[in-house]
């Protein structure tokens, strides 16, 4: 049963892979590619090169064929530094990235609309990374680079290596297609961020509550009853009055926080409540803990 999960679950991860790759190229290759816009990334590079090339080459470098060529020695020797294990979910989306650039066609959808291939780029492009990342893989690019340059240089995280390195080709870009272009640019990769994050971290945002009365038990046993909500008594002590408390830690979704604090004003309306966001809950009643 164990070894049928397994399988299961490394089928799941090609499929998101499939479809997060295709989602990737499609937004180079209809939106940012058309409209020039540089985002970072060997993506980034390859849409520098297919427009410094255009003078030598009728309609340039192919996006697929540098985004290829700049991965081969990333990938030899992040082969020789981390083994094959490493890199092989990486050496995938990389691969089918370059496929799906050869394969679908470009088409101008921005029709020159900045704010549309910034936005519209940034969402199809941050979905398509997101599939990507939840995959455990990467589309290689400046992610792996970023990798092999932190395995010399440990007092720098991968996170803050990537950023130097997609800030310095957005610059390249700068220098190519005008500052015009690079500010959207800048835009559209903190979109990509977002969505690709809130991918990641799930879009089921819940709700904390603290709460502290003198009426804990009633509290507690209603939300409980009332909501099939667990509650936790967590212990405290009034700094001001010098008195034992008890807090009471409760985590709902988010429609039902009202409820919560209906239940708290009815029972005790001098109570204490803070409310705060949880960005991802694992557990019972909750997300499932995936593995």
Same mark, same amino acid.
């Given at each position: 049963?164990?070894?049928?999960?397994?399988?299961?679950?490394?089928?799941?991860?090609?499929?998101?892979?499939?479809?997060?790759?295709?989602?990737?190229?499609?937004?180079?290759?209809?939106?940012?590619?058309?409209?020039?816009?540089?985002?970072?990334?060997?993506?980034?590079?390859?849409?520098?090169?297919?427009?410094?090339?255009?003078?030598?080459?009728?309609?340039?470098?192919?996006?697929?064929?540098?985004?290829?060529?700049?991965?081969?020695?990333?990938?030899?020797?992040?082969?020789?530094?981390?083994?094959?294990?490493?890199?092989?979910?990486?050496?995938?989306?990389?691969?089918?990235?370059?496929?799906?650039?050869?394969?679908?066609?470009?088409?101008? /959808?921005?029709?020159?609309?900045?704010?549309?291939?910034?936005?519209?780029?940034?969402?199809?492009? %941050?979905?398509?990374?997101?599939?990507?990342?939840?995959?455990?893989?990467?589309? %290689?690019?400046?992610?792996?680079?970023?990798?092999?340059?932190?395995?010399?240089?440990?007092?720098?995280?991968?996170?803050?290596?990537?950023?130097?390195?997609?800030? /310095?080709?957005?610059?390249?870009?700068?220098?190519?297609?005008?500052?015009?272009?690079?500010?959207?640019?800048?835009?559209?990769?903190?979109?990509?961020?977002?969505?690709?994050?809130? /991918?990641? &971290?799930?879009?089921?945002?819940?709700?904390?509550?603290?709460?502290?009365?003198?009426?804990?038990? /009633?509290?507690?046993?209603?939300?409980?009853?009332?909501?099939?909500?667990?509650?936790?008594?967590?212990?405290?002590?009034?700094?001001?009055?010098?008195?034992?408390?008890?807090?009471?830690?409760?985590?709902?979704?988010?429609?039902?926080?009202? &409820?919560?604090? &209906?239940?708290?004003?009815?029972?005790?309306?001098?109570?204490?409540?803070?409310?705060?966001?949880?960005? &991802?809950?694992?557990?019972?009643?909750?997300?499932?803990?995936?593995?």
């Amino acid at each position: 049963m164990q070894k049928f999960l397994y399988k299961k679950t490394k089928i799941v991860d090609y499929f998101l892979i499939l479809i997060g790759t295709a989602l990737v190229a499609a937004s180079i290759q209809c939106i940012y590619d058309p409209i020039s816009m540089v985002t970072g990334g060997f993506t980034g590079m390859s849409i520098i090169v297919k427009e410094i090339t255009k003078k030598l080459i009728p309609g340039g470098v192919p996006l697929w064929f540098t985004n290829f060529v700049l991965n081969v020695p990333v990938f030899i020797v992040a082969w020789r530094l981390k083994g094959p294990r490493f890199i092989w979910k990486t050496l995938l989306g990389t691969t089918l990235l370059s496929v799906w650039l050869y394969v679908i066609p470009m088409i101008d /959808l921005p029709q020159g609309d900045y704010t549309l291939a910034a936005v519209f780029g940034g969402v199809i492009g %941050g979905v398509g990374m997101g599939l990507v990342l939840s995959a455990k893989a990467t589309t %290689g690019g400046t992610d792996m680079v970023a990798t092999l340059i932190q395995h010399y240089m440990r007092h720098y995280s991968i996170v803050q290596i990537m950023q130097v390195l997609d800030g /310095l080709i957005v610059v390249a870009g700068l220098y190519v297609f005008g500052v015009h272009v690079a500010m959207y640019a800048i835009v559209a990769i903190y979109i990509t961020s977002k969505v690709s994050g809130a /991918l990641l &971290e799930g879009f089921k945002f819940s709700k904390v509550a603290y709460i502290i009365t003198d009426q804990y038990e /009633l509290v507690a046993k209603k939300i409980m009853e009332n909501m099939d909500r667990g509650v936790t008594g967590l212990k405290a002590k009034g700094m001001y009055s010098g008195t034992d408390k008890c807090m009471l830690y409760c985590v709902v979704a988010q429609k039902q926080i009202v &409820e919560v604090k &209906e239940i708290v004003a009815e029972i005790d309306p001098g109570a204490f409540v803070i409310v705060s966001d949880a960005r &991802e809950v694992l557990g019972e009643g909750f997300q499932e803990h995936s593995a």
